[in-house]
């Protein structure tokens, strides 16, 4: 079992709605042996479940980590030599597209910011994704946006890195290339909630880091429909609760 499967498999167990589901069983167990600790166990494991399945409740976990990193008014001007784009996920046998695998709308969002960033400043394009399975013949993730890149908004790629399995990976192979083209200040293409963790890891690889944020979920305001549980508001609740987890577990291992 790889770390990477290990990891996805922690990941699923403590953040919700699994964690909070397993701890609301947990009291409905120990209900008979102690019923108002295991009432309390539950009913608490349920209504904060609720809470982060609302718009609001995500926008209380969201909005910190948005802020961390303010967006990039204008590309010119910040020195940068380079744009790295990091990947997200991929949406797999997509008969449209003859059954080949494409990026996600998390990656296509920073693919579509990396063209425009491109088109302001003309600087080279480093994107950056493993995760391929060549026995089952999946690029890597890096090619699937490289090719969006090139084939659907007609913007070169200069270098792929397509071994990394995470964010620390990301940024240390992506280095290796770099420093080789005599690289020395990116312009680093993320999801705003992923930046922070993003810009420390490319802190550490000793790239000087000019952050450029996209899809900032906080930004869109709430309605008293955003009081309602969603399917939306639980996965930004998931995604967030990803982010404070492994900023903390950066700083705990640096």
């Not at 420093?179 to 312009?187: R, T």
């Not at 709430?222 to 700083?251: D, K, N």
Request: charged share 15%; hydrophobic share 45%; aromatic share 8%.
């Amino acid at each position: 079992m790889t770390s990477a499967t290990l990891i996805a498999i922690f990941r699923t167990l403590i953040i919700p709605p699994v964690s909070l589901l397993t701890l609301a069983l947990i009291g409905y167990l120990i209900k008979s042996w102690h019923p108002r600790l295991g009432r309390t166990i539950s009913s608490s494991a349920l209504l904060i479940l609720l809470l982060v399945s609302t718009n609001v409740g995500a926008w209380l976990l969201v909005a910190p980590l948005e802020d961390l990193e303010k967006p990039l008014i204008s590309a010119k001007n910040t020195g940068a030599q380079a744009i790295v784009v990091l990947s997200a996920g991929t949406l797999e046998n997509n008969p449209e597209y003859g059954n080949k695998a494409i990026p996600d709308y998390i990656a296509l969002a920073r693919i579509r910011y990396a063209a425009k960033l491109y088109r302001e400043t003309n600087l080279p394009i480093l994107v950056s994704g493993g995760l391929g399975n060549k026995s089952l013949h999946l690029d890597s993730l890096a090619t699937g946006m490289a090719q969006a890149l090139t084939n659907e908004f007609a913007i070169p790629v200069r270098w792929q890195e397509d071994q990394s399995q995470n964010t620390r990976e990301n940024a240390e192979f992506s280095a290796n290339i770099l420093k080789q083209a005599g690289i020395k200040h990116i312009l680093l293409v993320t999801d705003a909630m992923h930046m922070r963790r993003a810009k420390f890891a490319f802190d550490q690889t000793g790239l000087e880091v000019t952050c450029a944020p996209t899809v900032f979920f906080s930004r869109g305001g709430l309605s008293v429909f955003s009081l309602l549980p969603s399917v939306e508001g639980l996965r930004r609740s998931q995604y967030a609760m990803h982010e404070w987890i492994g900023l903390i577990w950066y700083r705990l291992s640096n």
